[in-house]
């Protein structure tokens, strides 16, 4: 099993603090890599940073705020500077605000598109630019969402900002495939973590995605850590520009 190991490797995951990011960096600990947590300051990060170092790996916390766009470059160029370069990326930050497509402003239109997809091209450029100057191959992991192949009501900005990430994980991996970098997007079904709670406890959202689940469950930010791992890890370098559903089934059915 030692094509699913991840020694040596040092992870950069943003979004780190909590949900799907924070469970995602534990599995590439897990596996032997070392994280690089970057979110927002708080309480949060440090206490993910607290878990991957109990165990036994180097956690670093990074602070960013993905929407400042033009100071990307230059934050990763420090992030090198300090901890080194990442051999692994994980794009796990995201966003969104709802409202019905007539009514949606185009502030709530801009912190969808920049958070969720013009910032994740910022990081992954920056990513690229990085490992082409040393040499060296490398991993992309866009976590990606539903809306990359179906809509919900309310949701115009969120899935035309996941659907075009979808198709950008596509683009990057044709571009710097003859580059070693491979790059793929993982797409939870419907997550359990501290920002989808008020889904999970409405006892009527709640029902309608174990019906519509045919695994019948919310997922959690643990099923979603062991498909980064295989995505990250050697056991996968025949495989790029790919999207993998980590759905319960969800997009299997109607």
Same mark, same amino acid.
């Given at each position: 099993m030692n094509s699913f190991r991840l020694d040596r490797r040092l992870a950069l995951v943003t979004g780190a603090s909590r949900g799907i990011g924070c469970g995602i960096a534990r599995a590439l600990?897990?596996?032997?890599? =070392?994280?690089?947590?970057?979110?927002r300051p708080s309480p949060d990060l440090e206490q993910a940073a607290a878990q991957i170092r109990a165990l036994g790996r180097r956690a670093e916390t990074c602070a960013v705020d993905l929407h400042d766009i033009e100071g990307i470059p230059a934050w990763f160029d420090e992030v090198v500077r300090q901890h080194g370069r990442p051999d692994i990326l994980v794009n796990a930050a995201g966003t969104t605000r709802r409202a019905p497509a007539e009514s949606l402003t185009m502030e709530d239109w801009n912190e969808n598109i920049t958070v969720n997809l013009t910032a994740v091209f910022a990081l992954c450029?920056?990513?690229?630019?990085? +490992?082409?100057?040393a040499g060296a191959k490398?991993?992309?992991?866009?976590?990606? +969402?539903?809306?990359?192949?179906? $809509?919900?009501?309310?949701?115009?900005?969120?899935?035309? +900002?996941?659907?075009?990430?979808g198709q950008l994980t596509k683009a990057l991996a044709v571009d710097w495939a =003859?580059?070693?970098i491979l790059v793929n997007a993982i797409t939870p079904g419907y997550?359990?973590?501290k920002l989808t709670e008020?889904?999970?406890? =409405?006892?009527?959202? =709640?029902?309608?995605?174990?019906k519509r689940t045919p695994l019948g469950r919310?997922?959690?930010?643990?099923?979603?850590?062991?498909?980064?791992?295989?995505?990250? $890890?050697p056991a996968s370098d025949f495989i790029t520009g790919q999207i993998l559903f980590v759905d319960g089934g969800w997009i299997s059915t109607f």
């Open positions: 600990a897990g596996a032997g890599a =070392d994280i690089l947590l970057a979110a450029q920056a990513f690229a630019r990085h +490992s082409i100057a490398g991993k992309i992991i866009n976590i990606a +969402s539903l809306m990359v192949a179906a $809509a919900r009501r309310t949701n115009s900005a969120y899935a035309a +900002s996941k659907g075009g990430l =003859d580059k070693g997550i359990a973590t008020p889904l999970w406890t =409405d006892p009527e959202f =709640d029902a309608w995605v174990k919310w997922g959690t930010p643990e099923d979603l850590g062991a498909p980064a791992v295989f995505l990250a $890890a």
